[in-house]
């Protein structure tokens, strides 16, 4: 069974970076069927996926958070991070890591996020 | 870009059928997943594709898709059904691939 586990700072002050882990377990970030992704949810609100990685260090990440995320992978810890620089209190929220599945379906490419974290939430404050 | 746009909430009583649609012009490119989401925990995906299930997620979710359109249904609700709903699909307009997530409904089973 794949579990995945965010770890990082609980407090963030404004103006400075935000840096989250996420622990694979039970699968590999070095395969080549899935991609890693960051999906974060403030406070009584929804979801917004942040970006995504893949083995190889390919990313991509959403438009309006890209100037300020980086997201890496350390394959030899079966890990992959988060930064988040100059933050606010907008980023003020439950991060989420993911596992994203790419898969043919009846002739269909088709993607969905199958497995979660539970989530951690920051708080930046001062 | 493409926004993902869901009612806010419905409600449903104990037996009876409820359907939760998401509206967005990706949806013409991309099948969406949906996300089930209880109070404090993690999101859990109950259906992706055309209309496949995980493994372990009941057959009274049910997916369906029709031009800009996604629905969720879900047959028979039981109480423990009752839960925020996210739709998701893949975005490649602006030029530009991302994710992008619905607005969220919230079902109530009575």
Known sequence: ?????????????????????????????????????????PPGKGLEWIGYIYYSGSTNYNPSLKSRVTISVDTSKNQFSLKLSSVTAADTAVYYCAREQITMVRGVIVYYFDYWGQGTLVTVSS | SSELTQD???????????????????????????????????????????????????????????????????TGAQAEDEADYYCNSRDSSGNHLRYVFGTGTKVTVL
Do not use: H
């Not at chain 1, 400075?16 to 970030?29: F, P």
């Not at chain 2, 806010?8 to 998401?22: K, N």
């Not at chain 2, 490119?29 to 109950?46: D, T």
């Open chain 2, 8 to 74: 806010p909430a419905v409600s449903v009583a104990l037996g009876q059928t409820v359907r939760i649609t998401c509206q967005g012009d990706s949806l013409r490119s991309y099948y969406a997943s949906w996300y089930q989401q209880k109070p404090g925990q993690a999101p859990v995906l109950v259906i992706y594709g055309k209309n496949n299930r995980p493994s372990g997620i009941p057959d009274r979710f049910s997916g369906s898709s029709s031009g800009n359109t996604a629905s969720l249904t879900i």
């Open chain 1, 1 to 41: 069974q794949v579990q995945l586990q965010e770890s990082g700072p609980g407090l963030v002050k404004p103006s400075e970076t935000l840096s989250l882990t996420c622990t694979v377990s039970g699968g590999s970030v070095s395969s080549g069927s899935y991609y890693w992704s960051w999906i974060r949810q």
